[in-house]
């Protein structure tokens, strides 16, 4: 597609439970992002990936967290026992990666998952 | 490390007046600079971007930035602001395609009719 599609829109867990949260990068882009956007709007990196391998992991949380992108599905983003500083709003963005720069520089995002642990 | 801040935190203007939101960044070399608009309870929108050439960056809505390399600066500006452009505005720098956007703390605008 050409938008950035995450599913779904809001989620709301108890402290402790999992979350997973998806994310559809636009067709033929190489690479997608995880971005976390908390209360006061900080957004913090996570995770990104080249296809389906993991290209950088420097923002993941050691615990708890995890992501995949395998081929010919969508990427999730996986919160095992969620605590309550985990509500945030989670972005996925989608990037060509490919040709010649700068034009392919630009991320597009998606319009967000709606994490609410309670 | 690359780092972005945006001075002022809020910023309040009358419908029509003009509009400049700051951006400084912190990085070694010439950056991919992007400004992100985003609403109440919404996604991201791209404004513009500046990867080289021109330092004057035309984009969608009415709005404009200039990179001064000499002040580390990518100002957004728009000459008649709407009460439509109520909204959080981030600053935000990359090094190439394939590497994380560190995002600016943002500026919050509010539109007075």
């Known amino acids: 597609g050409e938008e950035v599609a995450q599913t779904p829109k809001h989620l709301v867990r108890g402290e402790g439970q999992k979350a997973k949260l998806y994310c559809a990068p636009i067709k033929g882009h190489s690479y997608v992002f995880w971005y976390q956007q908390v209360l006061k709007n900080e957004f913090k990196f996570l995770i990104s990936?080249?296809?389906?391998?993991?290209?950088?992991e420097t923002g993941m949380p050691k615990e708890r967290f995890s992501a995949k992108c395998l081929p010919n599905s969508p990427c999730s983003l996986e919160i095992q026992a969620t605590k309550l500083e985990d509500s945030a709003v989670y972005f996925c963005?989608?990037?060509?990666?490919?040709?010649?720069?700068?034009?392919?520089?630009?991320?597009?995002f998606g319009p967000g998952t709606r994490l609410t642990v309670t | 490390a690359q780092s972005v801040t945006q001075p002022d935190i809020h910023i309040t203007v009358s419908e029509g007046a003009s509009l400049e939101l700051r951006c400084n960044y912190s990085y070694g070399a010439t950056p991919y600079l992007f400004w992100y608009v985003q609403s109440p309870g919404q996604g991201l929108q791209l404004l513009l971007k500046y990867f080289s050439g021109d330092t004057l960056v035309q984009g969608i809505k009415g709005f404009e930035a200039e990179f001064k390399r000499s002040q580390s600066s990518f100002n957004l500006r728009k000459p008649s602001v709407h009460w439509s452009d109520a909204a959080e505005y981030f600053c935000a720098v990359g090094k190439t395609s394939y590497d994380k956007v560190t995002f600016g703390p943002g500026t919050s605008l509010s539109v007075i009719p």
């Open positions: 990936f080249q296809n389906e391998n993991v290209f950088d």
């Open positions: 963005a989608s990037s060509p990666g490919t040709g010649e720069e700068p034009w392919s520089s630009e991320q597009y």
